[in-house]
């Protein structure tokens, strides 16, 4: 049963009293970056709430809720992260025992409480570092069916590890912001004896349906973080979609992988929704056939999170269509486990580092995570919505991810949206 507030919250909203995700905001009236929660339809401004003596009760240093990020608020640990939550939740609930708070002061609700389409989104985190893993498997290995047929389909060590390469975190936006097509080098006929690419604008543009991790607890450089503290690490959870230029992708990643294919474009979804929030929906992953070595074993099994995604098409005029259903759980590797192997050679990772977990596939069709799989490398259309039909992104197509976990009953736990807009490539 769902917690009962004096606020109205519409039951189908994915920011229930069951949630409490934090964001950065600015208003019209009040352009500086700062720190609130989203309710509802509403949002807390936590910097006014903080100034009205909101967080009277409640030992912690509010000065992090004037910060532009939240970074500091995140760099105070997940057992503050907790109190927070919680206490944000009690002063909301229809029993509350802080009347003076804000339930009784309308003087303060008029300061701090905001429709969330009066306030504009901005990056949570300062985003140092970006890494993004592969973890996926039913992703990898039809993908790999694509290119090296299903008796090759994964690498040796994929099993074995939490494969991954380092992104470009200056190029990770938030939610709305547009995708510029990027140009690049294409090899037009892979066929022909003599490779000679021709510089272009991408052809194949496509999406990964990712989750995004934020850390908030650094390691110094040498010093692993054992597997048994990685959760503790990990401030919240994103969605992640992870833009990638295949056919420019395909003519560079040998040796050394993603580069100009995937450094162009990330985008997040505005709400950090914290660990704790997700700790109810914890889930078994994809069964690993291989024993893992003791630096990634996890005591506990359910180590991923039954999260409901989805990945809606809109073309420029066109009708939404969702193109893909998948869910949080079909991940081979944790987090924790990503964080585990990504510091074990000694890497030091820092507060706002951003970990990507890969493109998340379901095993049946209609749950792919890229349109690359939808369309079989390009060889089928999708169709949409109007008679419109797709093999990869046009210009003016938009992209939204979706993710829930719960229900209105119990109270739903969402993550806001993860949209970009496809715009033309610059003239070169």
Request: with cysteine.
């Amino acid at each position: 049963m769902a917690v009962k507030s004096w606020f109205s919250i519409p039951k189908e909203s994915g920011f229930s009293l069951a949630n409490i995700p934090f964001g950065i905001i600015s208003t019209t009236s009040n352009k500086s970056l700062r720190a609130a929660v989203a309710i509802g339809d509403h949002c807390l401004d936590l910097e006014a709430f903080a100034a009205g003596r909101g967080f009277s009760e409640c030992q912690i240093d509010d000065s992090v809720f004037s910060q532009p990020t939240l970074n500091a608020f995140a760099a105070l640990g997940r057992p503050t992260h907790r109190t927070v939550r919680t206490y944000i939740q009690n002063v909301f609930k229809t029993d509350t025992q802080h009347p003076k708070l804000l339930k009784d002061n309308t003087d303060l609700q008029q300061k701090c409480i905001f429709r969330q389409d009066e306030v504009t989104m901005h990056m949570p985190m300062q985003i140092g570092d970006y890494t993004d893993f592969y973890a996926g498997k039913n992703h990898a290995f039809n993908v790999g069916c694509l290119f090296r047929g299903p008796a090759n389909a994964l690498q040796p060590n994929y099993t074995h590890l939490p494969v991954g390469y380092h992104g470009r975190a200056s190029s990770v936006v938030i939610s709305g912001t547009p995708v510029v097509r990027p140009n690049g080098q294409v090899l037009e006929n892979p066929a022909a004896e003599v490779k000679k690419p021709v510089f272009k604008p991408c052809q194949r543009l496509d999406i990964e349906l990712e989750l995004g991790a934020f850390i908030s607890k650094p390691n110094p450089m040498g010093q692993p973080v054992p597997i048994a503290e990685a959760e503790d690490s990990i401030f919240g959870l994103v969605i992640l979609n992870d833009w990638s230029a295949r056919d420019i992708q395909a003519w560079e990643y040998v040796p050394l992988g993603p580069f100009l294919a995937k450094n162009f474009c990330s985008t997040i979804s505005p709400w950090v929704v914290l660990i704790d929030a997700l700790e109810p929906f914890r889930s078994k992953g994809i069964e690993n056939d291989n024993e893992l070595l003791p630096y990634l074993q996890e005591k506990k099994a359910e180590n991923v999170y039954d999260i409901r995604l989805q990945v809606e098409l809109t073309p420029k005029d066109g009708k939404p269509t969702v193109v893909s259903n998948s869910n949080g759980k079909h991940l081979l590797f944790s987090f924790p486990q990503m964080l585990a192997h990504h510091t074990v050679g000694g890497c030091n990772m820092n507060v706002g580092d951003l970990l990507g977990s890969g493109t998340i596939s379901g095993p049946e069709q209609g749950t792919e995570g890229s349109m690359l799989e939808i369309s079989k490398g390009g060889k089928e259309t999708i169709k949409l919505e109007g008679g419109v039909e797709r093999k990869f992104l046009q210009d003016g197509d938009t992209i939204v991810l979706r993710g829930v976990c719960g229900n209105e009953e119990s109270g739903l736990i969402g993550f806001g949206e993860c949209r970009g807009t496809i715009s033309p490539a610059p003239t070169v």
